[in-house]
């Protein structure tokens, strides 16, 4: 297939290409020989190119290959797949390529993981499977991993890893160097930003960063330059407001603390940042009414995560024909009336659906707390208010040189400022009730707000046309 | 006004309760308390307020504020406002703050912050009083801002610091940590992640982590642990270039290189999250049609933010409606179509909209590129086919129900199965095409895409329906 490539595993340099041409792509050529690598069986290639890339670089080209390709390429590497590539697949190759792989790979990719990582890995197995597997690795990692397992999906337990660095509260930043030099280089986590202080029972006092242990002499005892903890998080809190803590306080890294107050892991920025960008995402196709995308979905699974939405305003849809039927009368006879009923619910439904991304935001942001909650709907009110004032009289005047309709004008116009104002209301309003209820305002908030739009706008038009035009 | 609070400093217990109840609040009795001490002009009590706050609470609980209280407060407490509380506040409040802060204080606040935050703060302000402000700080602080400043806004530049900790490469650990315990305090960053190492060009040689310096002996050679940096960022690069890449590979921090090879700077993880949550937001209100929202944006700001969106989008609804109004004989006729054209053009707007946000989204997160690009086209365009299929031949069935017309069923569901195909071809062609007109696909795409689905849709529809209708 391509003669350039030469399967004699001996020669050093690999043949494929440089990975990327620009930030953040994969060039389509490297992906072309890499398949074409994978195709001709040729073990050694794939691993020379794999052995180059950084992990999440071999994550983004196994996720780029065709589905076959893909399938082939991880049970070519197996064992000589870095775990960490793995941990980096999204979240449907990940299980497909656990599924690629046999029991004793997995388990050799666990060894290599930090705790957090190696129950991410983990938690997609079948139970038996993950079972057999848990069996086989070292009793240490088993525990961790474990009472990772125990806490619930998307809490800071699941983010949490259980290696860190504590040291008594007492001891000098000499003594603390000499103790990290001595352990065995397996007890201490792959990356660390801050050491924790401890009391005897193991109750966390305060933090010193590691840049702190090599600014200052070896003789400076740790209480004096430990800071109290910005935050103590809790196993069971949401991941979201771990992203938001992290965010709030600018952290490297937080202790995780138990209900006695005892230090029982450690949270990085690298996984919170994954958690800030899900989450961010989430919001975005939650607007839209997807409720899952990735770089490989399938047709079928498209479908899936946008269908209940478009069957739930099929419904809508038809309440707001409902409410046009009523007013069959005054279509029929003005029939211009037709023409208009898009620009009026169009035009509103904007309205409503900047009102709802702005509340969106600030409710992600935390923003909308206490007596922000009043200031926000009062601005909500009068931004609708002004912004429907301009675009109904405006609309009114388009209406008026182009039908020279007195009536109709007014009609549109005073039916569109009161529909923006009510836009700019359920805008604000949706969310906050559905936050108040413990549902995500994101998800429910746009189906409720459009419909709602959509039925009050053809109500009022049609209404003050029946009004004042029959 | 509240007899509680005690005007003399002496006291050491500030009477202010506990800053929050819960995650990410602020009580509503807690500002209230505060807005009262700002009232009696109590400044020893606001001192001792904000000196146990975190600054990033401290800036929330500003901001929080109503807007008299919020500049009697910042005028209050002057240079004892902390220089990093400014830097956390956001755009309008931060701006404010510096209008109500004598130059004096502004100096001084300089003085306490890295050369990035420092920037930061002097960007917002008028030239004249800059340069006099810049004419106060040490020559050294004025060199780094006034480069920092000479980079473009939203680029690596101004992320910057310029405070990092270089070694020689072939130093070893132990002379590495000697030489930052020897230098003075302020030339060391205040916390940092990783050392880079350099030749005597300083031209980037490798990175170690500080956690590394801590877990090898003081003899080890730097250039036996130090590693390729992942990455080396240009001054110039795009900051959503930057956050891409602090993603990808999970760093804390990464150093800055000019043309040359040669250490300029590093950038930190704090301020790239920032960067990760300004772009996810900043997708989720363009997709809406609002240039910007925040915390306490005056109506005045909130209108000027919405109105152009709307505007645009007033003239793209009579472009519909000059559609509509090609059909009006057939309308006239057959007054159900206007019963149920908001179904056909409401229901083809969703999927569009689901198929736009999973490409902003797929943009945004680098997905879209090479291969993927056709593959995703051919996802959007199957997607679409099976949704409208489903969809529109649901529609169908409860017309046939409503109305008992076999023909106009047959016309609505071939309608929508149509404009369901353009929407998803149009939601996912709009963005890429504009991604590659060096747009912003997020921006423009919502109003293009909407407006070419509503005008499909009424073409289409009562198309359809003037052949077999009439």
Redesign the interface.
């Known amino acids: 297939m391509n003669d350039t490539r030469d399967p004699d595993a001996s020669r050093a340099e690999p043949e494929i290409p440089e990975a990327s041409e620009s ?6 050529a490297f ?1 072309a020989q890499f398949v074409g690598a994978v195709g001709d069986g040729d073990k050694p290639l794939l691993w020379r190119t794999v052995k180059d890339l ?1 992990p ?2 071999t994550a ?1 080209l196994l996720e ?1 290959l065709p589905p076959e390709a893909f399938r082939k390429a991880i049970h070519l590497l197996g064992k000589d797949l870095p775990a960490e590539a793995v941990a980096e697949l999204s979240d449907t190759a990940r299980l497909d390529a656990l599924n690629e792989l046999t029991d004793a790979a997995v388990t050799a990719m666990i060894g290599h993981l930090d705790s957090d990582d190696a129950s991410f890995l983990l938690n997609d197995l079948e139970e038996d499977r993950r079972a057999r597997i848990l069996n086989k690795v070292s009793a240490t990692d088993r525990a961790a991993i474990e009472s990772a397992l125990a806490f619930d999906e998307e809490t800071a337990g699941r983010l949490m890893q259980r290696a860190f660095v504590a040291a008594p509260v007492f001891w000098s930043v000499g003594q ?2 000499d103790h ?2 001595t352990v065995p ?1 397996d007890d ?2 792959e ?3 801050e050491i924790f202080l401890v009391d005897p029972a193991f109750r966390l006092q305060g933090t010193v ?3 702190g ?5 070896r003789e400076t005892p740790l209480q004096a330059i430990m800071k109290e903890a ?1 935050v103590q998080v809790r196993p069971e ?1 949401d991941q979201e ?1 771990v992203a ?9 890294s937080a202790p995780v603390v138990d209900d006695a107050g005892r230090l029982t892991g450690m949270i990085t ?2 996984d919170v ?2 958690v ?2 899900e989450e ?2 989430e ?3 939650a ?4 409720s899952e ?1 990735g ?5 079928f699974s ?2 899936r995560a ?2 209940p ?3 739930i ?2 419904a809508t ?2 309440l ?3 409410i ?2 009523l007013f ?1 009368p005054v ?2 006879q003005v ?9 009026v ?3 509103s439904g ?2 409503g ?2 009102a ?3 509340a ?3 409710i992600a ?3 909308l ?4 909650v009043l ?1 926000a709907i009062r ?2 009110a ?2 609708a208010l ?2 429907g004032l ?2 109904a009289w ?2 009114a005047l ?1 209406v008026l040189i182009w039908f020279h309709s007195p009536t109709l004008s007014l009609v549109i116009g005073s039916a569109m400022t009161l529909t923006f104002c009510w836009a700019g209301l359920v805008g604000i309003l949706a969310p906050l009730t559905l936050r108040r209820l413990g549902a995500d305002p994101a998800v429910a908030s746009s189906v409720f707000v459009l419909t709602s739009i ?1 039925m009050a706008s ?1 109500f009022v038009f049609l209404g003050l046309a029946t009004i004042f035009l029959m």
Do not use: C, K
């Open positions: 930030v953040g792509g994969m060039s389509p992906i950084h999440a670089d983004d780029h603390a160097i990290m030099r280089e201490l986590p990356i660390f930003f960063p590691v840049s242990l090599v600014r200052h002499p910005p809190m407001e938001y803590l992290f965010r709030q306080y600018n952290l490297a920025i690298d940042v994954d800030i960008q961010a995402e919001d975005i196709l607007l839209s009414g997807v995308a770089v490989n979905q399938s047709v498209a479908v946008r269908i939405w478009l069957a305003n099929l849809a038809f707001a024909s409902a046009v039927s069959a279509i029929d029939v211009v009336l037709a023409f208009l009923m898009p620009v619910a169009g035009l904007n309205a659906s900047q709802l991304a702005v969106v935001r600030a942001e935390r923003d707390q206490g007596s922000m200031r601005r909500e009068l931004t002004v912004n301009i675009i405006a609309a388009v959509d053809f």
